[in-house]
């Protein structure tokens, strides 16, 4: 199985700020990684996938870069809306049961 | 407008079963794959199963497999998971998500979830 660890746990940006987060995995998973964006009571939202490539409607100021096992997102000018648990998820890993998510960065308000 | 509604959860005793529907709109359910994802507050996100757009593989997490099923009835819009023989352990939110023509891609939109409580 393929681990993600995502980091921190949790970062507390002031709004305006950029706010960076980590994901890793513990095996090269290529491009083959989506970012989402999950609010109280609310279901995860597709944010970036293949890495880098921004899900329609998503805002320029998220972005996503990495390859591999190595991977960033980043929130070039936090808004209110942005507080949130984003998690990473690959599904580089055939076949599908080998799909599998971090365990989310809590991003909250300084 | 891409929605996905959820029903079917609710409250289930250890060893019984529940059928969850999904039901689709705003666009053509055959063109996609589909997935079932679970929720809890102590393990996160957990994959589940898979569905080819076309319903002829599937796909389930080691955890769940011999007890649930997927299936799809495209003219219906609608996608199943149909779950047997449950435990404490799969109390959880279960979302319904669309994935890309492939099973293997990203998870474009989600439903809102419906919680399954296993417990007597």
């Known amino acids: 199985e393929i681990v993600l660890t995502q980091s921190p746990a949790t970062l507390s940006v002031s709004p305006g700020e950029r706010a960076t987060l980590s994901c890793r995995a513990s095996?090269?998973?290529?491009?083959?990684l989506a970012w989402y964006q999950q609010k109280p009571g609310q279901a995860p939202r597709l944010l970036i996938y293949r890495a880098s490539t921004r899900a329609t409607g998503v805002p320029g100021r998220f972005s996503g870069s990495g390859s591999g096992t190595e991977f960033t997102l980043t929130i070039s000018s936090l808004q209110s809306e942005d507080f949130a648990v984003y998690y990473c998820?690959?599904?580089?890993?055939?076949?599908?049961?080998?799909?599998?998510f971090g365990p989310g960065t809590k991003v909250d308000i300084k | 407008e891409v929605r996905l509604v959820e029903s079917g959860g609710g409250l289930v005793q250890p060893g019984g079963s529940l059928r969850l529907s999904c039901s689709a709109s705003?666009?053509?359910?055959?063109?996609?794959?589909f997935h079932w994802v679970r929720q809890t507050p102590g393990k996160g996100l957990e994959y589940v199963s898979a569905?080819?757009?076309?319903?002829?593989?599937?796909y389930y997490a080691d955890s769940v497999k011999d007890r649930v099923t997927i299936f799809r009835d495209n003219s219906r819009n609608t996608l199943y998971l149909l779950m047997n023989s449950l435990r404490p352990e799969d109390t959880a939110v279960y979302y319904c998500?669309?994935?890309?023509?492939?099973?293997?891609?990203?998870?474009?939109?989600w439903g809102q979830g419906t919680l399954v409580t296993v417990s007597s």
């Open positions: 569905i080819s757009a076309n319903g002829g593989s599937t």
């Open positions: 998820h690959q599904y580089n890993n055939w076949p599908p049961r080998g799909f599998t």
């Open positions: 095996q090269s998973v290529t491009t083959n």
């Open positions: 998500v669309k994935g890309v023509p492939t099973i293997s891609g990203p998870f474009d939109y």
């Open positions: 705003g666009f053509t359910l055959r063109d996609y794959a």
